[in-house]
């Protein structure tokens, strides 16, 4: 008889990294892939959610859904951030606990860390200090999140495992200039300015606060893999790039490769957030974590996405 394939419930499944999750997972046999988009599951609603859980009873849970933006955003709307964020989490976290899923993969975030402390951020200096003003709502959601997930695997024994990622970028991203965030962000400025003949761009700040930018399929992979492992990981875990580079520096960056050759202004009026926010990842080193896409193939490929989304809504 043929074994039974683990299902493997995707929360998510059509933002930046549940679709990169997807992508990773299609060629593994191993596993039936559950997905629901927001107009068949409103994860808003306690009672479909829970509905959904103990009707599919999925073997494990990636967790990768949420209300994501940029820092304009998190500062004209920290209510919903918080608030929309909070019932995602505990409605799916607590909706496995008692449809009794072992396993779920939460998708944490560097916000989460203490404003401007300690670099490299280790998992141990989370709740150390205050936290980034500019996306406070979001960053507690997440913790109230992380945390649930600690006490679950603790009191009643499950595999519910936190990983925190540095900042994503890749295919599928958001370039709208609401949402955006750095990457995606300087892609679309930089293409607009390109076409149109700018010759300079204004970056916001003075563009030495540092970032640590992952390609999305980087982690995805290793969310695939950590699910033949997940009992052995520790309650948090950090999945980053092991290295940061300054706002200008990503400019740079994908200046060279988009062909912008103009000037860059500097707003120091507007919000940058925190100055720098380095992720020690070598714990998950010892789990067989390594990047394997630099900035440049990574830039490109999301250029590359970018250029066909614009081909498609023509």
């Known amino acids: 008889m043929p074994q039974r394939k683990q299902k493997v419930y995707i929360a998510g499944h059509t933002g930046l990294l549940g679709s990169a999750v997807v992508r990773s997972f299609t060629a593994d046999n191993r596993f039936e892939l559950i997905l629901r988009n927001r ?39 920290p209510v919903h ?30 916000c989460m860390y203490p404003k401007d402390y300690k670099n490299p951020l280790k998992e141990e200096y989370l709740l150390a200090a205050p936290l980034e003003p500019t996306n406070e709502g979001y960053a507690l959601a997440k913790i109230s999140g992380a ?3 600690e006490y679950c695997s603790k009191q009643y024994s499950v595999n519910y495992r936190v990983l925190i990622p540095c900042n994503l970028y890749g295919p599928n991203d958001r370039f709208d200039p609401v949402s955006s965030h750095l990457i995606a962000a300087i892609i679309r400025k930089l293409h607009e300015a390109k076409t149109s003949g700018d010759s ?12 640590e930018f992952l390609f999305v399929n980087d982690l995805a992979d290793f969310i695939h893999k950590s699910l033949d492992f997940l009992e052995d990981l520790p309650d948090y875990l950090n999945v980053g ?28 009026n507007r919000p940058v957030g ?35 989304t614009l081909r498609h809504s023509i």
């Open 241 to 268: 790039y092991g290295q940061d580079f300054s706002v200008i520096e990503y400019y740079k960056m994908a200046a060279e490769i988009i062909g912008y050759q103009g000037d860059f202004a500097f707003d120091t």
């Open 81 to 110: 951030f918080l608030y929309e964020n909070l019932v995602i989490n505990s409605n799916i976290i607590y909706g496995a606990l008692e449809s009794d899923v072992k396993n779920l993969v939460y998708i944490g975030s560097s």
């Open 200 to 211: 300079t761009i204004v970056v916001w700040g003075d563009g030495s606060a540092r970032r």
């Open 274 to 308: 925190m100055s720098r926010k380095l992720l020690d990842s070598s714990r998950a080193a010892r789990f067989g974590w390594q990047p394997t896409t630099d900035h440049q193939k990574g830039i490109a490929a999301t250029y590359a996405y970018y250029l066909d």
């Open 39 to 77: 107009n068949e599951l409103n994860l808003l609603v306690q009672s479909d959610v829970f509905k959904f859980l103990r009707s599919e009873k999925p073997d494990y849970i990636i967790l990768s859904a949420a209300k994501v933006g940029g820092i304009q955003a998190n500062i004209d709307d």
């Open 147 to 149: 945390k649930l997930c």
